[in-house]
Nanobody, 123 residues
Framework: QVRVAESGGGLVQAGGSLRLSCAAS????????MGWFRQAPGKEREFVAV????????YYADSVKGRFTVSRDNAKNTVYLQMNSLKPEDTANYYC????????????????WGQGTQVTVSS
C-alpha cells in the first residue's frame, strides 16, 4: 500500500503561478510512475501529466503543454507540478496519482490516489 498526499493548492490570479507537491510512501519512489489528474465540478476527471519514472519520460495533456512542468525530488519522495500562466479553466481539484501503468501520452492508469488539493484561478 502506497500512501499519497498532495498539497499546495490555493487561490491565484489568472496569469499567475502555483506549485503543487505530492509525497508518496513508495519504497522505491524513483521507479514509480507519478502523475496528476484534475476534476472540476460537473466535469469528468481528466489527465494532466505523468512521469513514468525518474529519468524516464514525461507526458502532458495538450491543454497544459508549455505551461505545466513535472519534476521529482527523489530524496524527499516528492513529485511537483509547477503551474505557470494559469487560466480560469485550470480551476479544479487536483489529484496526485502513483504507480500503475503508463502506456504512452495520456494513457495512464494509476494504482494509488491522493485526496486532492483545490486550485482556483480567478479572473
Amino acid at each position: 500500500q502506497v500512501r499519497v498526499a498532495e498539497s499546495g493548492g490555493g487561490l491565484v490570479q489568472a496569469g499567475g503561478s502555483l506549485r503543487l507537491s505530492c509525497a508518496a510512501s513508495a519504497r522505491t519512489f524513483s521507479s514509480y510512475a507519478m502523475g496528476w489528474f484534475r476534476q472540476a465540478p460537473g466535469k469528468e476527471r481528466e489527465f494532466v501529466a505523468v512521469n513514468t519514472r525518474s529519468g524516464g519520460s514525461t507526458y502532458y495533456a495538450d491543454s497544459v503543454k508549455g505551461r505545466f512542468t513535472v519534476s521529482r525530488d527523489n530524496a524527499k519522495n516528492t513529485v511537483y507540478l509547477q503551474m505557470n500562466s494559469l487560466k480560469p479553466e485550470d480551476t479544479a481539484n487536483y489529484y496526485c496519482a502513483a504507480g500503475g501503468t503508463v502506456y504512452s501520452s495520456s494513457s495512464y492508469y494509476p494504482s494509488y490516489w491522493g485526496q486532492g488539493t483545490q486550485v482556483t484561478v480567478s479572473s
